[in-house]
């Protein structure tokens, strides 16, 4: 059911996957024919974790992630995914003068192609307020912008993290950043200027006209389709630099559908957030959430020593500031659906 239906805009740049499997809580017969059902189910599903584990704890680009899971069952979904805007956060040490310049510009000039937040690893509450004097003078939106913590944004998962000061460039990134693009711009700092106001205004409308230009190739560069190392060639080549060090890799985000979310997405869930912590983050949800895990999964995931404590129908929306990297139905009606 679940991959029949209309997705959320926000699975757009998840690696999109349709495991059909069949339903043991549909089976009609002995208690024994049931549990027989389940127990085929959650070894099916195990086989299907263990090789995304290795999949994904290995050193090898997309397509041969997807060939090596279509392999063992997996069928890729390409169609019906509308393309969403690569989030962007931009960092500077106290995060009120280069990173908030860099938000504001994105937001107002790519607002189509990229989704910008700003933030800071120790926040000074306040935004300068002569960032905010020249970004108005150049016709750019202010409202809302703030001074706040990177660690904010743990939940908000950047596809690509900016720094925008060599401070915050020398520092050990929080584990969370560790599938973002990482750059470095190397800005320098505007409030620092002293002279005549003229001189001060020169420094802000340079930096400005400057992140414009950067911000005008990447938008090219993420609404164009080539591949991750041709992106990263062309923004060094306007002169981003490419952080490849300090970053802690990351589980992958797992989101498994079906409509309901009380039987297959839910074994699922439970089945890889066991077997494969290191490698997987899992979660569960549905188009049409019933609102109650089914009692036979709790039942044979506990026979298996699965762990069942959290595990709970829930809605696909719940997961929006989650950003999953790959999204799974496990029914056929989930798989259809327009993402």
Excluded at 66 to 91: C, D, F, M, Q
Excluded at 222 to 231: L, Y
Excluded at 281 to 297: D, F, I, N
Aim: proline share 5%.
């Amino acid at each position: 059911n679940a991959a029949g239906e209309t997705c959320p805009v926000w699975f757009g740049k998840a690696i999109r996957l349709h495991w059909a499997l069949k339903d043991p809580s549909k089976v009609e017969g002995s208690d024994e024919e049931k549990a027989t059902a389940f127990r085929q189910t959650i070894d099916l599903v195990k086989s299907r974790v263990k090789e995304m584990d290795a999949v994904f704890g290995s050193d090898v680009d997309e397509a041969e992630k997807i060939a090596r899971l279509e392999a063992v069952g997996a069928k890729h979904v390409t169609s019906k995914i509308e393309p969403a805007p690569v989030k962007v956060l931009y960092i500077c040490t106290h995060n009120r003068c280069r990173s908030i310049l860099s938000e504001a510009i994105s937001n107002y000039t790519s607002a189509k192609t990229i989704e910008a937040r700003s933030a800071g690893s120790q926040p000074v509450g306040e935004v300068h307020p002569l960032s905010l004097k020249y970004l108005e003078e150049a016709g750019i939106p202010t409202a809302g912008l703030q001074s706040q913590s990177w660690h904010e944004f743990q939940e908000w998962a950047p596809d690509v993290v900016i720094t925008v000061c060599d401070n915050a460039a020398g520092e050990t990134c929080p584990v969370w950043f560790g599938k973002a693009i990482r750059l470095h711009w190397a800005l320098k700092d505007p409030s620092k200027v002293e002279g005549s106001d003229e001189e001060k205004a020169t420094a802000f409308r340079q930096t400005i006209d400057l992140v414009k230009s950067r911000v005008k190739e990447m938008d090219a560069v993420f609404g164009s389709d080539v591949d991750e190392a041709e992106k990263i060639a062309r923004l060094e080549a306007v002169g981003a630099k490419h952080v490849t060090s300090k970053i802690e890799p990351a589980p992958v985000k797992v989101l498994y559908i079906c409509t309901h979310n009380r039987c297959r997405s839910i074994l699922s869930e439970a089945i890889s957030n066991y077997t494969s912590a290191k490698t997987i983050e899992a979660r569960s949800a549905g188009s049409q959430p019933v609102g109650e895990v089914h009692p036979l999964s709790l039942k044979y995931l506990e026979e298996a020593g699965i762990p069942t404590a959290g595990l709970q129908s829930q809605s696909w929306h719940e997961f929006q500031e989650w950003a999953p990297d790959v999204v799974i139905t496990v029914c056929d009606n989930a798989a259809g659906e327009t993402c």
